[in-house]
Structure formats: structure tokens, C-alpha cells
């Protein structure tokens, strides 16, 4: 069974810093990796969708990137804000799947960027 | 920008009631998907729906859950007979297709459910 972990689970940074965000996933046979942003009490807000053959995908400060082989991926913040301080979830799309595709998402890491 | 739509934002029920959760995805999405969080747990997959039908589901989408698309826009979640461990935020999600890109899932702002 695909489990997914995130490390660390809340991260505290000054204004203006650049971080890592990691995942890692127990089967590397995935599909796709999604990163995903969630603020308290709210939806899930798609940030980033790296298909399985892919290895990074960026969007303005953000970037992410996939090694399939070592199960992990990292979402690299570059400049952060105050307004970057939410939840930030990783979830990966099983190979083995039927028509839809199910995700497994990480717990999280909660993000806290300091005026 | 088009996207995903839940309602209620808050729904409070009696144990043993019924409910049903009601989502619009977006217009030429093919692919609905039911999701769950826990206060403080992982968001857990439930369902997905395909061409009027569960594609996929998990164990927690037991006897007591059914999806329908009832018409060509909404899409509910149905819990019989709620218990109060079906207290949760629950999540609509939809895309475009099940392959490459298109495969990315939009999610709505979800329903939080009490169940007293």
C-alpha cells in the first residue's frame, strides 16, 4: 500500500526566504505527483502537476521536482511571503489503477512565513 | 476561472440522518471524485465516478455512501444513516480526463459535516 510522507510537518521562516518542502512516497510506481495548497478551513488549490515522466515543473517562485527511482519529491519556494503560510500537501496517482485515478496525499507541512 | 463548487459550506446533522453533499464540477470535466479529512488526519479517497458509474472506491465507501450524478451538473455524496465518525471535511474533486495533464484534480472548498 502507497504511503506518503512529509517532512518536516511545520516549518517556520523568516520573510524572504527560499525552502524545501519534502515528500516521499513507498512505491515509486506512480502515475503523476500533484503538490497542492491548503489555507485553514479551506479547499485543496492545485499548485503543481508533475507527470511520471517529467522531472520538475515550475510556476512562478515555485518548483518541483520528481525522483521517481528514490520515491521523493521537493517543492523548492523561492522568495517567500507572508501570503505562502498555509498547508502545503503532496499526493501521488497510482500506476496501478482503473480509469480514475485515486490519490494518496501526505500529511502535510504546515508553512508559516514571518513578516 | 472555472472550478468546483460545493454546497452547504457547513452542514449539521443528527447521528442516524441522512445527508447529501451537493458539487458542481467544472462544465467539461469527465472524471468526479469524492474525498475525506479527518480534523487533523490525511485527506482519504472515497469514490471516483466515471460515465455514471464508481470507478474506483475505497473501503471507507461502504453500504452506507452512494454517489449519483442526477442530472448534467451536480454531483452528490449520499450518507444514509450518519454516524458520528462521518464527521469530516468532505471534498469534491473533478477532471478532465484520467490521462497525462489532463489527469490534474481541481478540488472544491469542501463541506464540513458535523454529525452530533
Known amino acids: 500500500k502507497q504511503e506518503v510522507t512529509q517532512i518536516p510537518a511545520a516549518l517556520s521562516v523568516p520573510e524572504g526566504e527560499n525552502l524545501v518542502l519534502n515528500c516521499s512516497f513507498t512505491?515509486?510506481?506512480?502515475?503523476?505527483l500533484q503538490w497542492f495548497r491548503q489555507d485553514p478551513g479551506k479547499g485543496l488549490t492545485s499548485l503543481l502537476l508533475?507527470?511520471?515522466?517529467?522531472r520538475e515543473q515550475t510556476s512562478g517562485r515555485l518548483n518541483a521536482s520528481l525522483d521517481k527511482s528514490s520515491g521523493r519529491s521537493t517543492l523548492y519556494i523561492a522568495a517567500s511571503q507572508p501570503g505562502d503560510s498555509a498547508t502545503y500537501l503532496c499526493?501521488?496517482?497510482?500506476?496501478?489503477?482503473?480509469?480514475?485515478?485515486?490519490?494518496?496525499f501526505g500529511s502535510g507541512t504546515q508553512l508559516t512565513v514571518l513578516p | 476561472e472555472p472550478e468546483v463548487t460545493q454546497t452547504p459550506s457547513h452542514q449539521v446533522t443528527q447521528m442516524g440522518q441522512e445527508v447529501i453533499l451537493r458539487c458542481v464540477p467544472i462544465?467539461?470535466?469527465?472524471?468526479f471524485y469524492w474525498y475525506r479529512q479527518i480534523l487533523g488526519q490525511k485527506v482519504e479517497f472515497l469514490v471516483s465516478?466515471?460515465?455514471?458509474?464508481?470507478?474506483?472506491k475505497s473501503e471507507i465507501f461502504d453500504d452506507q455512501f452512494s454517489v449519483e450524478r442526477p442530472d448534467g451538473s451536480n454531483f452528490t455524496l449520499k450518507i444514509r444513516s450518519t454516524k458520528l465518525e462521518d464527521s469530516a471535511m468532505y471534498f469534491c474533486?473533478?477532471?478532465?480526463?484520467?490521462?497525462?495533464?489532463?489527469?490534474?484534480?481541481?478540488f472544491g472548498a469542501g463541506t464540513r459535516l458535523s454529525v452530533l
Open positions: 474533486a473533478s477532471s478532465e480526463d484520467s490521462g497525462g495533464a489532463k489527469n490534474i484534480q481541481y
Open positions: 512505491d515509486s510506481a506512480i502515475y503523476n
Open positions: 508533475i507527470q511520471s515522466s517529467q
Open positions: 499526493a501521488v496517482y497510482p500506476l496501478s489503477s482503473g480509469s480514475a485515478r485515486q490519490l494518496t
Open positions: 462544465s467539461n470535466h469527465l472524471y
Open positions: 465516478f466515471y460515465n455514471n458509474e464508481i470507478s474506483e
